[in-house]
C-alpha cells in the first residue's frame, strides 16, 4: 500500500539520484543527456518507472488524443518532470501537475539540471489531493 511515508522515502531516492547523475556530468547539457543517466540511475537503484510515458485523457468516458508525456512515472505513483532551464517557472507547475491530476499521481518533481545544487535550488516538489488521502505511515 501506498503512504504518504512511502512517497516521502521515494521522492528522496529519486532526488538522490539526480544529484547522483549532475555530480557525474555537472551542468549545461541537453534535457535528453540528464534523461538517460537519470534512467540508468533509477535502474540501478532498482526502481521501476516508464519513461516518455502518454497520459492519458479521460472527457465524459472517452478517451481523448493528446501528446502529453510525462519524463518518468517512477513506481506507479511519482510523476518525475525533467528540466534544464534558466528556472523553473509557472509553466513547468502547470505541466507536472495536469500529469499529476490525470495519471491520478500523489506526488510528482520537477528536476532542473540547470543549476548549481539539485538539493538547494534544482527540485521543486509537489502534493496534491491524492497524497493528502493517503495514510501517513
Known amino acids: 500500500m501506498?503512504?504518504?511515508k512511502y512517497l516521502?522515502?521515494?521522492t528522496y531516492e529519486v532526488i538522490g539520484a539526480s544529484i547522483?547523475?549532475?555530480k557525474a556530468i555537472g551542468n549545461g547539457l541537453l534535457e535528453k543527456v540528464y534523461h538517460q543517466c537519470l534512467k540508468e540511475e533509477l535502474l540501478q537503484r532498482k526502481l521501476n518507472f516508464f519513461t516518455e510515458?502518454?497520459?492519458p485523457l479521460q472527457y465524459k468516458n472517452k478517451e481523448l488524443?493528446?501528446?502529453l508525456r510525462c519524463d518518468l512515472y517512477v513506481e506507479n505513483c511519482l510523476v518525475v518532470e525533467l528540466k534544464t532551464v534558466s528556472e523553473i517557472n509557472?509553466?513547468?507547475k502547470a505541466q507536472l501537475l495536469t500529469y499529476m491530476k490525470l495519471l491520478k499521481a500523489p506526488k510528482g518533481i520537477i528536476i532542473n539540471f540547470n543549476c548549481f545544487?539539485?538539493?538547494?535550488?534544482g527540485q521543486k516538489t509537489f502534493v496534491n489531493e491524492y497524497f493528502r488521502l493517503l495514510p501517513e505511515k
Open 2 to 4: 501506498i503512504t504518504q
Open 8 to 10: 516521502n522515502e521515494l
Open 20 to 22: 547522483e547523475v549532475h
Open 53 to 55: 510515458m502518454k497520459v
Open 65 to 67: 488524443s493528446t501528446d
Open 90 to 92: 509557472a509553466m513547468h
Open 117 to 121: 545544487n539539485i538539493f538547494k535550488d
